[in-house]
């Protein structure tokens, strides 16, 4: 498992930006188009009706699979597809997250690993944190 530091996390930030820039409106017409075929659904509509759709919807969501896969290979948690993200790292030997939301100009957050984007907390010392790289 790959565990970042805060440099190394802050490295991927301007790829994170640029990807998300990208995918962010992707996202959004993924999401209406759900919402908008669920009320289809609720009024009855028909399949001629709702194939166009969601043929659309899942035509977006495999774009948006596609662009953010590179990431997961990093070791990069992604949180929610328009731009929310968490680095492993180790924090006193212990694993935490370090936490970035897309807008931030770097990482400057940290969680507990069940504590989620609520329980982030400022990083008063980045050296805290050491990257590790373990199979």
Partial sequence: MRYFGVEEANRLIPL???????????VARAQALVRELESLQ?????????????????SLIEKIRVELEQFQELGVELKAADGL??????????????????????????????????GRQLIVHPKDFTPSYLS
């Avoid at 994170?16 to 992707?26: A, D, H, S, Y």
């Avoid at 609720?42 to 899942?58: F, W």
């Fill in 85 to 118: 993200v968490d680095f492993r790292a180790l924090k006193a030997g212990r694993p935490v997250y370090l936490c970035w939301r897309f807008g931030e100009p770097e990482v400057t957050h940290w969680h507990e690993l069940e504590g989620g984007f609520a």
């Fill in 16 to 26: 994170l930006t640029q990807t998300f820039t990208r995918v962010r409106p992707w």
């Fill in 42 to 58: 609720d009024s009855g509509a028909g399949r001629e009706r709702t194939a166009p759709l969601r043929a659309e919807r899942d």
